[in-house]
């Protein structure tokens, strides 16, 4: 890409959205600059636009965003049709089988939900569209992973902070790709509480009338209430059938 | 703000990301341009921005958002509290009254809903945190607006395209600041088919422990199965107990 190409101002105002967070929901010009990299007038011109265009509020020192930032995101989640063709399969699997269900794509290291059933919540974390997981040890991130290359499966482990989350967690980039190839052998995922202690889930691919690898969809569960050798038994039928019903929707 | 204050480069590209929507999934350069009414060489380095950073996809001819894209929606979501303070109690509102419960806030003239419990989906479109509905004719719209003095309103509802949805909707400002009044008095609003046939909806707004409102939630259930007139009788004690529980938590 040429430099005459790039619109260097849009870039990085994109980053300062990108530094708030939940540890960071209100950010000083200083402590914008500082997150990101960028210099203190490069950073406040960011802000300030963001201000001025109703992105952020300003109260004279720190900066937040407000709701309308938003739209930004819920663009592509209106310009999709995915969401929207997923989402009354996933309450009917969520009813059927009594536990939560959601679908997500693959964004680099990460899952992104894109949309979610929820009979009661099981996780600590609120998971809504737009959440993020890191893949290498969430059942949906297995599954897909398992639709790329080893050499790329390699190199999203290989940007992945491998974090042991509880005892269970695989962490070792080997024992993660032996795990993937049997994904995708099986053709679906288990996680038995390597997110998080007490939550098993199971995942499978979602793929369009042509074979591709769109989503992966998975149901989750409480460790205490089922056990993840039998969450195969129990899961796998509604899933591999919500699976089937999805193809022929789905170009 | 003075031009110096201002990123123009920032301020063309989010308006470029906003053009994308469900309508326009995938755009050319020349459509973008029409669309935004910048520039074709401007909404082409816009473009061409967005895909280097990996928010846009190009296949040579058009563009279209990628997941990434949810990240900028999502800093403001889980910067703020606000939704996973909520959810929780939504869920258990929605357990309890066997209907989906949501909540939003406004965003000049529309309610952006921030969460939702669904039992069964009653309205046609896939309501998600980020989705947006004009405020006139909601009944979270119809709280948050009574939040706002009369001048505010007037303002808010002469930005509206008010639109008769249905033969129920009211379109005239006078009614609508009526309706508002009548709200700022009983403590809540209740929708009758105003929004799609078929649909009721009550709500009430959650303000915060120093008595600051901050958003709204409702009740939306089916019009065939409880008549708007019974929607008090039936939800308001489960809304208001919702309402007191989160009033210690919201600071």
């Known amino acids: 890409m040429r430099e005459t190409d790039r619109m260097g101002g849009f870039a990085k105002g994109l980053k300062i959205i990108e530094a708030f967070d939940e540890e960071a929901p209100r950010l000083s010009i200083a402590e914008a600059a500082n997150r990101t990299g960028l210099d203190r007038a490069t950073a406040r011109r960011c802000l300030l636009t963001l201000s001025e265009l109703g992105y952020a509020d300003y109260d004279g020192k720190f900066f937040a965003l407000t709701p309308k930032i938003l739209r930004l995101g819920h663009a592509w989640l209106s310009a999709t049709p995915l969401p929207a ?145 039998d969450m195969a038994a129990r899961f796998l039928p509604a899933l591999t059938e919500t699976q089937s019903i999805l193809r022929p929707l789905l170009r």
Chains 1, 2 share one sequence.
């Open 85 to 229: 063709i997923l989402q009354p399969h996933l309450d009917r699997l969520s009813e059927k089988v009594g536990q939560s269900a959601s679908a997500s794509v693959l964004d680099g290291t990460e899952v992104v939900y894109i949309a979610r059933a929820s009979q009661r919540r099981v996780m600590s974390i609120n998971l809504m569209p737009g959440s993020r997981l890191p893949a290498y040890c969430a059942s949906m991130g297995r599954v897909l992973l398992a639709g790329l290359t080893d050499d790329e499966v390699r190199d999203a482990l290989a940007a992945s902070p491998l974090k042991a989350n509880t005892a269970f967690t695989l962490t070792d980039p080997k024992d993660l790709l032996a795990e993937i190839a049997k994904v995708r052998t099986s053709g679906y995922a288990i996680i038995d509480q390597e997110l998080e202690v007490g939550l098993c889930s199971i995942a499978v691919p979602v793929k369009d009338s042509r074979g591709r690898l769109v989503a992966a969809i998975n149901i989750g569960a409480p460790a205490g209430q089922i056990s993840a050798t």
